[in-house]
Antibody, heavy 121, light 107 residues
Framework: EVQLVESGGGLVQPGGSLRLSCAAS????????MTWVRQAPGKRLEWVAN????????FYVDSVQGRFTISRDNARNSLDLQMNSLRVEDTAVYYC??????????????WGQGILVTVSS | EIVLTQSPATLSLSPGERATLSCRAS??????LAWYQQKPGQAPRLLIY???NRASGIPVRFSGSGSGTDFTLTISSLEPEDFAVYYC?????????FGGGTKVEIK
């Protein structure tokens, strides 16, 4: 059974840092693109960052570019998101997502339960 | 930047009725589009990918169609567990936006 379990969320002050982790199991982690998606309270979903299987290609939404870093450890089946210079608008539930390769693109076929990050003074 | 517009914002229907949800892209995304279902307090669930392919384990009452800029998600006969919010999502061009969602509620 595919499982994605996020950890590391919580309350942080503006300007602070937080590191999210995702423990993956039940599939060959090194064979899949992986992604972080977030959802602010009452808002639509937002694709934050994704990383290729070998970790050598990474993409970020403009609003987090230069502040967030996505990384993975294929030996430990883990995905991380280092979040620096956090802003109030980064407050959201963050989801760890496995990507499925379709013929037209990649799609999130398994999602973690999500973890809340609250940025507030 | 591609913008996805979903309509209607809310759909009020009864169990057993047919639901038709629309997603329009501001420019062509070919067939690189997915549909997700989200229930309160839960993670999204992939229903449809590549515009018309059902994801693993998704019932046949869910179907997707369209290409280019206009896409449709159809639920042929609503079951009680289908009342939720549905999002479309394009994977053609970064920054990979989601639509604003359609809430399917019980009439």
């Amino acid at each position: 059974e595919v499982q994605l379990v996020e950890s590391g969320g919580g309350l942080v002050q503006p300007g602070g840092s937080l590191r999210l982790s995702c423990a993956a199991s039940g599939f060959t982690f090194s064979s899949h693109w992986m992604t972080w998606v977030r959802q602010a309270p009452g808002k639509r979903l937002e694709w934050v960052a994704n990383i290729r299987q070998d970790g050598n290609a990474k993409f970020y939404v403009d609003s987090v570019q230069g502040r967030f870093t996505i990384s993975r450890d294929n030996a430990r089946n883990s995905l991380d998101l280092q979040m620096n210079s956090l802003r109030v608008e980064d407050t959201a539930v963050y989801y760890c997502v496995r990507e499925l390769e379709g013929s037209e693109g990649y799609y999130g076929d398994y999602w973690g339960q999500g973890i809340l990050v609250t940025v507030s003074s | 930047e591609i913008v996805l517009t979903q309509s209607p914002a809310t759909l009020s229907l009864s169990p057993g009725e047919r639901a038709t949800l629309s997603c329009r892209a501001s420019q062509s995304v070919s067939r690189s589009l997915a549909w997700y279902q989200q229930k309160p307090g839960q993670a999204p669930r992939l229903l449809i990918y590549d515009a018309s392919n059902r994801a693993s384990g998704i019932p046949v009452r869910f179907s997707g169609s369209g290409s280019g800029t206009d896409f449709t998600l159809t639920i042929s006969s609503l079951e009680p567990e289908d009342f939720a919010v549905y999002y479309c999502h394009q994977r053609s061009a970064w920054p990979l936006p989601f639509g604003g969602g359609t809430k399917v509620e019980i009439k």
